[in-house]
Nanobody, 117 residues
Framework: QVRLVESGGGLVQAGGSLRLSCAAS????????MGWYRQAPGKQRELVAD???????NYADSVKGRFTISRDNAKNTEYLQMNSLKPEDTGVYYC???????????WGQGTQITVSS
């Protein structure tokens, strides 16, 4: 079982920056893929970015050039640096991780990000 705890959300003005962290704990050998998803009001949850255990990254087109995902495998922690935030980035951001045993993965509780115009 893997427990994911997010931190770093909040309220920021457009053009500002925030950094999210997600720490994984529990009984597992290693974390495979990690990622961030978000859900805006009235919309479906969507991928923001993900990263493999070897560091290969993937981004949604809407955040390319503004967001950077990274991870510290020794700490089982991932990060999302968000720059040049826009009001349309507002939503609940969820941390995701899977293991080789559980490829369906685990989710964090979500953290609210609100970008004011």
């Amino acid at each position: 079982q893997v427990r994911l705890v997010e931190s770093g959300g909040g309220l920021v003005q457009a053009g500002g920056s925030l950094r999210l962290s997600c720490a994984a704990s529990g009984r597992f050998l290693s974390i495979n893929q990690m990622g961030w998803y978000r859900q805006a009001p009235g919309k479906q949850r969507e991928l923001v970015a993900d990263i493999t255990s070897s560091g290969r990254t993937n981004y949604a087109d809407s955040v390319k050039g503004r967001f950077t995902i990274s991870r510290d495998n020794a700490k089982n922690t991932e990060y999302l640096q968000m720059n040049s935030l826009k009001p349309e980035d507002t939503g609940v951001y969820y941390c995701y991780a899977n293991t080789l045993i559980n490829t369906a993965g685990y989710w964090g509780q979500g953290t609210q990000i609100t970008v004011s115009s």
